[in-house]
Nanobody, 124 residues
Framework: QVQLVESGGGLVQPGGSLRLSCAASGSGFSINTMGWYRQAPGKQRELVAFITSGGTTNYVDSVKGRFTISLENGKNTVYLQMDSLKPEDSAVYYC??????????????????WGQGTQVTVSS
């Protein structure tokens, strides 16, 4: 089993910054990708950004140039640095991770895990 624990949400004024963290813990797994999604009230959950274990990143257009995703492989931790925040960035932010879980030396299966979510509110 893999657990994802998020931290770093909160209340910030427009134009401010926040840094979200998500740490994956467990044993016998390796990370394929980690990402951040968000869901605002009355809206569907949307992908914000993801990063592969090799460092390839992708962002939704609305956050390009303002958000930066990074992965600390040794700590199995993904970060989302959010700058120039806007009220429309307010949402519950969820971390997820596509992992390979090894059950023998050369055998594994892939599974997707989600964090519990952290609230980000951008308001004056």
């Amino acid at each position: 089993q893999v657990q994802l624990v998020e931290s770093g949400g909160g209340l910030v004024q427009p134009g401010g910054s926040l840094r979200l963290s998500c740490a994956a813990s467990g044993s016998g797994f390796s990370i394929n990708t980690m990402g951040w999604y968000r869901q605002a009230p009355g809206k569907q959950r949307e992908l914000v950004a993801f990063i592969t274990s090799g460092g390839t990143t992708n962002y939704v257009d609305s956050v390009k140039g303002r958000f930066t995703i990074s992965l600390e492989n040794g700590k199995n931790t993904v970060y989302l640095q959010m700058d120039s925040l806007k009220p429309e960035d307010s949402a519950v932010y969820y971390c997820n991770s596509d992992v390979s879980i090894f059950y023998s030396r050369n055998n594994y299966y892939r599974k997707l895990y989600w964090g519990q979510g952290t609230q980000v509110t951008v308001s004056s």
